[in-house]
């Protein structure tokens, strides 16, 4: 633990707490009809207290919610000998997170988690002017939009600062919202062509069982290509 604090900067040390307790009075108890809008608010609440934030879904249908400085910095989590980023990680093992969980009503509401260290922050607060400022919903609405048209990277960029030529651009964000996107598609992709072929294998199982002869055959092979037995004939 010392030799952790050992490398934090002093900015650490010497951090001035601010208390998050008017943070919750606009964030938690407050029920929204999808994780979408419920981390924007969560995103837009936690800029204007000075910190952003990042999130991760877990098993158990609960979204969490961290500060972006959650972890340890790359250089300490995986040494390299030549440091791979131009700019310094400003992870420095935050604690502070939130958990988005739903409730009885079908809606989504943020609870604190049930660890007392996850209620501060162990660092300084950016001011409002160092904060990137967040991006009107219909910035990430038309990101998701495109990246659903099977549009290249470059292709989605270019169209978004067209269409939003106000907005401070971040790479990283634009980069990240592409990426989440992305996988989402696959997930969703994935689940489809299951359920297809799980569809077509009962329709044709159903065809195969009315002919005895067909389904013992069937069997047979299955049987000698290891089908049953787990894998492959040794
Ligand atoms: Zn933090």
Redesign the pocket.
């Known amino acids: 633990m010392t030799s952790n604090e050992d490398i934090f900067s002093n900015e650490q040390k010497l951090y001035t707490r601010v208390s998050m307790l008017p943070l919750y009075d606009r964030l938690l108890k407050i029920p929204f009809r999808d994780t979408v809008s419920a981390i924007e608010h969560c995103r837009n609440v936690c800029a204007d207290f000075g910190?952003t934030v990042k999130q991760e879904a877990s098993a158990n249908r609960n979204i969490y919610v961290y500060?972006?400085?959650?972890g340890l910095p790359d250089s300490q989590r995986n040494p390299k000998p030549t440091p791979q980023r131009k700019r310094p990680s400003k992870r420095?093992d935050?604690?502070?997170r939130v958990v988005l969980s739903e409730n009885d009503q079908e809606q989504w509401e943020f609870r604190k988690s049930m660890n007392p260290n996850a209620s501060e922050?162990?660092?300084e607060m950016m001011a409002p002017g160092e904060m990137i400022k967040a991006w009107p919903p219909e910035v990430n609405e038309m990101i998701i939009y495109l990246a659903q048209q099977r549009l290249q990277t470059h292709e989605i960029r270019d169209a978004v600062k067209q269409r939003f030529p106000l907005i401070s651009w971040n790479e990283r964000r634009f980069y990240n919202r592409l990426t989440e996107e992305r996988k989402r598609i696959r997930q969703r992709n994935t689940t489809e062509r299951t359920r297809r072929l799980i569809l077509l294998a009962s329709q044709l199982c159903a065809v195969v069982a009315s002919n005895e002869e067909w389904s013992q055959c069937v069997e047979g092979d299955l049987q000698r290509i290891g089908f049953f037995s787990g894998g492959p004939p040794a």
């Open positions: 910190f500060c972006s400085r959650e420095c935050c604690r502070w922050h162990n660092h």
